[in-house]
């Protein structure tokens, strides 16, 4: 079974950036892979997805600042968030883009001044 382990989260400024990563234990090869994340009190979502093509979509309320990627070779994808708001705290996690792994911890992001 795969295992996620999401890194990169912190506190951050609104307007500022942060870096996520998400090392899989398993190949992620032809995996169709998302990042998620779970405010307090809302359900989680799916914010970012790269399919195994590599055509990647994002929601609209991160449309231009989030960029998802992903390096097969070291089973890693990546988060990178800029134009950082309040309203993207949240913990953040991946996984399939139907969710066929156990979640892991997930990283906790806080954008506040």
């Known amino acids: 079974q795969v295992q996620l382990v999401e890194s990169g989260g912190g506190l951050v400024q609104p307007g500022g950036s942060l870096r996520l990563s998400c090392a899989a234990s398993?190949?992620?090869?032809?995996?169709?892979m998302g990042w998620y994340r779970q405010a307090p009190g809302k359900q989680r979502e799916l914010v970012a997805t790269y399919n195994s093509g590599g055509r990647t979509n994002y929601a609209d309320s991160v449309k231009g600042r989030f960029t998802i990627s992903r390096d097969n070779a070291k089973n890693t994808v990546y988060l990178q968030m800029n134009s950082l708001k309040p309203e993207d705290t949240a913990v953040y996690y991946c996984?399939?883009?139907?969710?066929?792994?156990?979640w892991g911890q997930g990283t906790q992001v806080t954008v506040s001044s």
């Open positions: 398993g190949s992620i090869f032809r995996i169709d």
């Open positions: 996984n399939t883009i139907v969710g066929k792994y156990p």
